[in-house]
T-cell receptor, first 113, second 114 residues
Framework: DQQVKQNSPSLSVQEGRISILNCDYT??????FLWYKKYPAEGPTFLIS?????DKNEDGRFTVFLNKSAKHLSLHIVPSQPGDSAVYFC????????????FGQGTRLTINP | DAGITQSPRHKVTETGTPVTLRCHQT?????MYWYRQDPGHGLRLIHY???????DKGEVSDGYSVSRSKTEDFLLTLESATSSQTSVYFC?????????????FGDGTRLSIL
């Protein structure tokens, strides 16, 4: 049972445009959400996070939106740059056992010049 | 970059052999984790440690054991490797187990079991 789902395996966006990556979750106990970025042959690197008490968190070109009623979060990248081409994972944790992250399957983002 | 070193980076072995992967950190973080990454599954937690000699199971712990005798080292052992354990293994660390403390990952070990 996949508690965190990224239903788009891949996404292709033109340089300079907005990239929107989506993530859905089923466990209502999740209260903290993170996005990680992964390049080939490297480990995931932390990008941005959001607590369930917020509906938006912004850090430079990256914004994460959380819709708790829909159990949905999204990562917006504006403007998209070639270096953003990577696999993006969303992850979630519950207050009880916050160290146990549950990851989605990942979305491969390709930024085209 | 967080000071995390995984060794070996690549390993090929045969079914039934024991395998030990090592994670070494220089950050003095309390928490350490082992994940495996497989196509279609993202990353899944195998075991984690919240201090020396303190460990707990994750989502996919069957067939794996761990040990942590020093703060800086966390070992993952496959007692008798099976082909289903072919995967990329990532170690991660965090200062605490709190949700607002992101985990930082090593560069992975690619393990192939023939």
């Amino acid at each position: 049972d996949q508690q965190v789902k990224q239903n788009s395996p891949s996404l292709s966006v033109q340089e300079g445009r907005i990239s929107i990556l989506n993530c859905d979750y089923t466990n209502s106990m999740f209260d903290y959400f993170l996005w990680y970025k992964k390049y080939p042959a490297e480990g995931p690197t932390f990008l941005i996070s959001i607590s369930s008490i917020k509906d938006k968190n912004e850090d430079g070109r990256f914004t994460v939106f959380l819709n708790k009623s829909a159990k949905h979060l999204s990562l917006h990248i504006v403007p998209s740059q070639p270096g953003d081409s990577a696999v993006y994972f969303c992850a979630a944790s519950a207050r009880e056992g916050a160290q146990k992250l549950v990851f989605g399957q990942g979305t491969r983002l390709t930024i085209n010049p | 970059d967080a000071g995390i070193t995984q060794s070996p980076r690549h390993k090929v072995t045969e079914t039934g052999t024991p395998v030990t992967l090592r994670c070494h950190q220089t950050e003095n973080h309390r928490y350490m984790y082992w994940y495996r990454q497989d196509p279609g599954h993202g990353l899944r937690l195998i075991h984690y440690s919240y201090g020396v000699k303190d460990t707990d199971k994750g989502e996919v712990s069957d067939g794996y054991s761990v040990s942590r005798s020093k703060t800086e080292d966390f070992l993952l052992t496959l007692e008798s490797a099976t082909s289903s354990q072919t995967s990329v293994y990532f170690c991660a660390i965090s200062e605490s187990g709190g949700a607002n403390q992101p985990q930082h990952f090593g560069d992975g070990t690619r393990l192939s079991i023939l």
